[in-house]
């Protein structure tokens, strides 16, 4: 059974837009944190945005006042709004859940630095390519 589906990569200029969605099963939607996370070539997976199922939401510093998380409920969709994206955002980027009904990192962000320890649910990934 696939829990979570993401959509909306594709290749973009640089100070241009993009927004990823994660349709994801009911049951994974309920998980107390979802995010999203990206990860470039050569590089470890890093947190870029999070939500928590009160809605608090968190950012990468590299991500602040471009990028906003967020999640509809009616339709079990988490997405990625990314504006003025640069050639450095260039990356797989994926959708998680940590699977749990409570808060049991002290947050949602604790994933950021260590996306697996948190997160145990993951989609397949979605490639964002940014040209200058």
């Known amino acids: 059974q696939v829990q979570l589906v993401e959509s909306g990569g594709g290749s973009v200029q640089a100070g241009g837009s993009l927004r990823l969605s994660c349709a994801a099963s009911?049951?994974?939607?309920?998980?107390?944190?979802m995010g999203w996370f990206r990860q470039l070539p050569g590089k470890e997976r890093e947190g870029v945005a999070t939500?928590?199922?009160?809605?608090?939401?968190a950012y990468a510093d590299f991500v602040k006042g471009r990028f906003t998380i967020s999640k509809d409920t009616a339709k079990n969709t988490l997405y990625l709004q990314m504006n003025k994206l640069k050639p450095e955002d260039t990356a797989m980027y994926y959708c998680?859940?940590?699977?749990?009904?409570?808060?049991?990192?002290?947050?949602?962000?604790?994933?950021?630095?260590?996306?697996?320890?948190?997160?145990?649910?993951w989609g397949q990934g979605t490639q964002v390519i940014v040209s200058s």
């Open positions: 998680a859940a940590d699977g749990a009904t409570t808060d049991s990192f002290g947050g949602c962000a604790y994933g950021f630095d260590d996306p697996f320890a948190e997160y145990h649910i």
């Open positions: 009911e049951n994974t939607f309920s998980s107390y944190c």
């Open positions: 939500i928590d199922s009160d809605g608090a939401t």
